[in-house]
């Protein structure tokens, strides 16, 4: 079975239903977690645009719950009427693992290549350093952009696509990677966490029934405002 490192956490966002607000409001948690770290006097390092792995004591114990998709509500900046729009990102919170390596037939694995991406969609290598893991029975896929090198890059990206799939482990009580056979699709029906900018301010854990007015200090860092340990 895998082993974790509970002060490693590597924070994969993803935009989900809202289109450009949606895509907005998965930048705005990126920052909330890196500003999160801050706040502790973690290590925070970027693996892509949208994944960083933070470092720090207990650092995955503390963020894993975080995992779910996250709700947001608010006037839409991109809306000519200004109306009100609601836009939901999906958070992952992984481990680093190890131990299942040899778990991984080597015809389930995909490795692509290409060139790294700076913010706006401009490469800024020559070269296709720039790696993407693809678990094909799953379609699980992780990235790594930020190394210097193809292989550093590739060894990030296998290394969290390897969390990815641990996770998934523990979740269906399987033993062997090549039991996972069922390509997984995220759930964006069950929001764990509301954040309202408008008509009023709050926001809500639904798992913990928490709630506060302190939406605004909580998007800037201070999330520990909702902390409670989950029975």
Do not use: C
């Amino acid at each position: 079975m895998p082993s974790y490192n509970s002060n490693i956490a590597y924070i994969t966002i993803s935009a989900g239903a809202g289109g450009d607000d949606a895509k907005d409001w998965a930048k705005m948690l990126f920052r909330m977690y890196q500003k999160y770290a801050d706040k502790k006097n973690w290590k925070k390092r970027l693996i892509n645009e949208n994944t960083v792995e933070i470092k720090g004591e207990n650092a995955y114990k503390r963020l894993k719950d975080e995992s779910g998709v996250h709700r947001l509500v608010r006037i839409s900046p991109f809306d000519s009427k200004r109306l009100r729009h609601t836009s939901f990102a999906l958070v992952e919170v992984l481990p680093e693992v190890e131990g299942i390596e040899a778990g991984i037939p080597q015809e389930d694995l995909k490795v692509e290549f290409f060139r790294s991406s700076a913010p706006g969609g401009q490469n800024v290598n020559k070269v296709e350093t720039a790696v993407r893991a693809i678990h094909l029975p799953t379609g699980l896929k992780a990235g790594a952009q930020t190394e210097r090198s193809q292989s550093a890059n590739r060894e990030r990206a296998v290394k969290l696509l390897k969390a990815k799939l641990a996770k998934l482990l523990e979740e269906r009580k399987e033993k062997e990677i090549s039991n996972l056979r069922v390509k997984v699709e995220p759930d964006w029906g069950h929001e764990i966490r509301s954040y309202v900018l408008h008509p009023y301010k709050m926001v809500k854990d639904h798992e913990t029934k928490k709630k506060s007015g302190k939406v605004e200090e909580f998007l800037g860092g201070d999330i520990d405002i909702l902390f409670k340990k989950k029975k």
